[in-house]
C-alpha cells in the first residue's frame, strides 16, 4: 500500500530547518514522524541518541553503507550523514507522513531514488543573517562555523537549479515561514487525517 508522500526539508545550516520541524512534529504529532538520520559528529548538549540521529562512528556507518542498508549518505563539514533504510520504514509503518531533513548532496541523491517526497528548501534571509543565527545558537566551533558557511554559499547556489524545489521558504519570520510550510503540506495533513477517520 501507497503511504503519504514523505517530506524533504533541506538548506543551510542554520537556515532554520530544526526549529520549523520541532514546530510541525509538536502541533501534528501523529501525522510527521521524523527520519532518524545516522551521523559521526559528536552529540550537542540536549541531543538524544536514536530521537535526534543515530550517533554512530565512521567504521559503524561505513559498514551499514556496505551491507546496502542507506537510502543516501553524503559527506557535510567533516562528518558523515545518512538516511538509512530503516529510518524511512520505521516512520511509515505508523503510515504518518515521514520527514527527511538533509543537505542538498542528499537531496539530489533521494532524486534517484523512489522515494517521491516533496521537496522544500528553508532558506536565510541572508548569509550575514544565518552568520549570526549559527553564532547565537552557540553549537559550533569558529572552525565548523566557517565550513557551514562555505557550504551555505554552495547550497543557495545549487539551490537555484529550477525545478530541484517544489517550494523555497525564506525563513525572515518563524511564524511566517512555518505558515508557509504548512500550507504546502496542508493536502497530504489532510489526506492523512481522513484515512485515520476510516
Ligand atoms: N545527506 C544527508 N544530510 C543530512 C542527513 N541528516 C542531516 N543532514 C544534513 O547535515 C547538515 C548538518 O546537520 P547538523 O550537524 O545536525 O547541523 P545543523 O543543520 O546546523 O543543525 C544539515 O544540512 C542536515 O540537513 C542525512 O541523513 N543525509
Ligand atoms: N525566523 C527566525 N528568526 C530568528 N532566529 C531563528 C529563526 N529561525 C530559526 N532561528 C534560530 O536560528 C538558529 C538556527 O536554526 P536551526 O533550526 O537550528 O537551523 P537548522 O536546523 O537549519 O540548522 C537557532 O538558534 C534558531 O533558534
Known sequence: MQGPRPVVLSGPSGAGKSTLLKKLLKD??????FSVSHTTRQPRPGEVNGKDYHFVTREVMQKEIDAGEFIEHAEFSGNMYGTSKGAVQAVQAQNQICVLDIDIQGVKNIKKTDLNPIYISVQPPSLDILEKRLRDRKTETEESLQKRLTAARVDLELSREPGLFDL?????????????????LLEEIKKTQESRKS
Open 28 to 33: 501534528y504529532e501523529n501525522i510527521f514522524g
Open 168 to 184: 523555497v521558504i525564506i525563513n525572515d519570520d518563524l511564524e511566517k515561514a512555518y505558515s508557509e510550510l504548512k500550507e504546502m
